[in-house]
């Protein structure tokens, strides 16, 4: 095969030969889905595509556009970083994000607010309910402690360097790298003030769909979560689907559901008004 791929044409018959291959984590183009909503057109799906177990994606979405993660296997490990697409320097604040809502713990109806007081995503559906806002992601020290090895292009991959691939794309570096969210894997604190993970594995399937009240862009990191109490390094793919939908209406239940929710639309609401 090697002599045979030392020629150009050669290799680039090969190259063509391999159209239409599928691999378990991989994007779709264009997007296929078989299992979109009932409401959802197949013409509305704008992004298909599984990530793999130490993998990285990142996505601009559109104000309206729904965006549904499944763990697909019971051990994905899902964390976010979300920016304002139009600015930059607008991005999810984790802190606010929980003291704004009086509530540490995400679910269904809870916002990922940015730091300038605008939300960024809500959470339309959530069948997952362990979820993270407190431990961020593991990074090329923690892995090299605990795994042996935290290099980028090893074989234990940090939450942290996958986020710095993604955010590379859109021009990003080290510095836009911020606290982030974790989906599926939980931690909870204790009245002790003790965190306790909540890690799984978990029964394969669940999902969570978050709704972009801004446009903006996703950076999702698939890594095992920095408390992850195993000895080896375990996590599984993760499927992200995103398509079009409606802007948020003035009486959607999430978006009324508080004064200081209320809020955040207000202002995301306003910056649309330039």
Not at 9 to 27: F, I, K, N, Q, W
Not at 125 to 149: E, M, R, V
Not at 204 to 219: F, K, N, Q, T, W
């Amino acid at each position: 095969m090697t002599d045979t791929l030392a020629n150009p044409l050669a290799a680039r018959d090969h190259a063509r030969g391999m159209e239409g291959t599928v691999t378990e984590s991989m994007p779709i183009l264009p997007p296929v889905a078989q299992d979109l909503p009932p409401e959802v057109a197949a013409a509305d799906l704008q992004w298909e595509e599984t990530i793999a177990a130490g993998g990285y994606a990142t996505r601009r979405l559109s104000r309206g556009a729904r965006l549904r993660l499944i763990d697909v296997k019971g051990d994905a490990c899902a964390s976010l970083l979300v920016f304002n697409a139009e600015m930059l320097a607008e991005r999810l604040n984790v802190a606010d994000t929980v003291k704004v809502q009086w509530n540490a713990y995400l679910g269904a109806g809870k916002l990922l607010l940015s730091d300038m007081g605008r939300v960024l995503l809500s959470i339309l559906a959530d069948d997952a309910g362990t979820h993270d806002t407190f431990c961020g992601t593991s990074n090329a020290a923690t892995n090299a402690a605990k795994y042996g090895d935290g290099s980028n292009s090893g074989n234990y991959p940090s939450g942290r360097d996958r986020f710095l691939l993604g955010a590379a794309k859109h021009g990003l570096g080290r510095r836009d790298v911020h606290p982030c969210v974790t989906l599926f894997k939980g931690a909870r604190i204790e009245a002790d003030g003790t965190i306790t993970p909540q890690i799984g594995p978990f029964a394969p399937g669940r999902s969570v769909v978050l709704r972009a009240e801004m446009d903006v862009i996703v950076v999702i990191a698939n890594c095992p979560h920095v408390l992850d109490p195993r000895e080896d390094w375990t996590v599984t793919p993760l499927r992200a689907s995103a398509w079009r939908g409606a802007v948020t209406s003035d009486d959607d239940p999430v978006r009324t559901a508080t004064p200081e929710g209320l809020r955040a639309f207000q202002n995301a609401e306003d910056y649309f008004r330039r």
